[in-house]
């Protein structure tokens, strides 16, 4: 079947993009040329697509070239270079990269190095991404108590550092409190400029700045609602 001409001009227009080096254009081609959308289907077009994208830091590219890298998919097989580019692409925040990587460490697959409490730390980065792993949880598990507060405390650090809280998002996905307690004051700007009715839930007791933002002044006209697993000054108020 043929495609519509506004899918044909869209290839089009990617290819000239590609072309002209564009690493968004590249990539995107390069799914086309994977998929056989608008383009007969071709691997190896495809890889070379990636790998120009990757070396122009795309991290989608970089992650899917790695894979190819990794299994010998239209390119020779090198895994060395697929896990570093892994690492490269895990340090860049791509939660995909970080589980691809996880699962590297944990097992030694590729000929890399076993190290089980690095590995876990970007399982648990991946994670907070959600990007989860039942059967790294289940790793994570079976780690000695000291191993696991390694890498729990790896990925914390690692996670307020690279993995900032942005306002601007309406939905973010991250452990907290966060180093310094920003996200906490985040939280109480967030509750205190509220212009509707507030629902906070915690698996843990509120700290005293949210409690008192919750709490709220007398004759607030916007109810806010706090949830947690304990009593506190808010208990029985709205």
């Known amino acids: 079947a043929s495609l519509p001409e506004d899918a044909q001009d869209k290839t089009e227009l990617l290819r000239i ?7 968004e254009a590249q990539y995107a081609l390069a799914t086309f040329y994977k998929e056989g959308t608008g383009v007969p289907k071709d691997l190896d077009k495809a890889v ?19 894979i190819a890298l990794y299994n010998g998919t239209g390119t020779p097989r ?54 989860g792993d039942p059967e790294l949880d289940e790793v994570l598990a079976n780690l000695s108590p000291e191993e696991r507060a390694r890498a729990q405390e790896a990925a914390k650090k690692w996670i307020g550092i690279n993995n900032a809280m942005d306002a601007a998002n309406k939905l973010f ?9 920003k996200d906490l004051a985040e939280f109480v700007n ?13 698996a843990f007791a509120l700290p005293k700045t949210i409690l008192e933002a919750l709490l709220g002044q007398a004759n607030d006209p916007v109810m806010r609602f706090g949830l947690q697993n304990s009593k506190s000054s808010i208990t029985g108020f709205h």
């Open 173 to 181: 996905v991250g452990f907290s409190p966060r180093a310094g307690a």
């Open 48 to 66: 070379r697509l990636l790998q120009a994208a990757s070396l122009a830091d795309n991290v989608d590219a970089e992650v899917e070239y790695a």
């Open 78 to 131: 090198n895994q060395p270079a697929a896990i570093a580019l892994l690492r490269k692409a895990a340090r860049q925040n791509s939660p995909i990269a970080q589980n691809r990587l996880a699962r590297v460490l944990v097992s030694g697959l590729g000929g890399a190095p076993v190290d089980k409490v690095e590995g876990l730390k970007w399982h648990i980065v991946a994670k907070t991404a959600g990007k």
């Open 17 to 23: 993009a590609a072309d002209e080096g564009n690493p």
């Open 190 to 202: 967030c509750i205190n400029a509220a212009q509707r009715d507030v629902l906070f839930a915690t």
